[in-house]
């Protein structure tokens, strides 16, 4: 059976203590892996896309890689502003695509 | 440039009754995609649908169910509906399949 799952589904950290979370999926065909950030009551922002084993992208104190079973999102000297919801998403499917989202990890970032 | 749209922001309804939710996506974009967010729960994908046709649903009911205009816009149909379809349900679109999907700010559906 498809499946995305996150870790962990909370995470609290210092301002400036860097940390990663994870995304390990099982689904067949994997088309491409999206993150997310989602506030509380609006609808996810677009991160990242990773395509295959290998790549990274980075964009402010963020960095996610991607591996053949799992991704990582780093974040690297938090803020409080950084406090969200980071979902994970697979788009997989050998004809048309079906789209799976983690459940999510809720990060706080205290000052 | 605008963003994807959602009305209306807040929808109460009945058991039993229907409701109707509409969606305009980012300009250029041909795909458009449903999600149901049930309270402290993930997204769990609804319908895509991509130049007018319905390319794939998730595990959901017949009762759920849409369409996509020829201006790209969609609305999706919750028929009879039940107390455990209340939820934020969230629309997104892109450019072509595959790509990554941008969000609108959702409509919450409350079945009372």
């Known amino acids: 059976e498809d499946q995305v799952t996150q870790s962990p589904e909370a995470l609290r950290l210092q301002e400036g203590e860097s940390s990663s979370l994870n995304c390990s999926y099982t689904v067949s065909g994997l088309r491409g892996l999206f993150w997310y950030r989602q506030d509380p009551g609006k609808g996810p922002e677009f991160l990242f896309t990773l395509y295959s084993a290998g790549e990274e992208k980075e964009k402010e104190r963020l960095k996610a890689t991607l591996t053949k079973k799992e991704s990582f999102l780093h974040i690297t000297a938090p803020k409080p502003e950084d406090s969200a919801t980071y979902l994970c998403a697979v788009q997989a499917g050998k004809v048309f695509n079906k789209f799976y989202f983690g459940s999510g990890t809720k990060l706080n970032v205290k000052p | 440039e605008a963003g994807v749209t959602q009305s209306p922001t807040h929808l109460i309804k009945t058991r039993g009754q229907q409701a109707t939710l509409r969606c305009s996506p980012i300009s250029g974009h041909t795909s458009v995609y449903w999600y149901q967010q049930a309270l402290g729960l993930g997204l769990q994908f609804l319908l895509w649908?991509?130049?007018?046709?319905?390319?794939n649903r998730g595990n959901f009911p017949p009762r759920f169910s849409g369409r996509q205009f020829p201006n790209y816009s969609s609305e999706l149909n919750v028929n009879a509906l039940e107390l455990e379809d209340s939820a934020l349900y969230l629309c997104a679109s892109s450019f072509l399949m595959g790509t990554e999907q941008y969000f609108g700010p959702g409509t919450r559906l409350t079945v009372t």
């Open positions: 649908y991509d130049e007018g046709e319905e390319r």
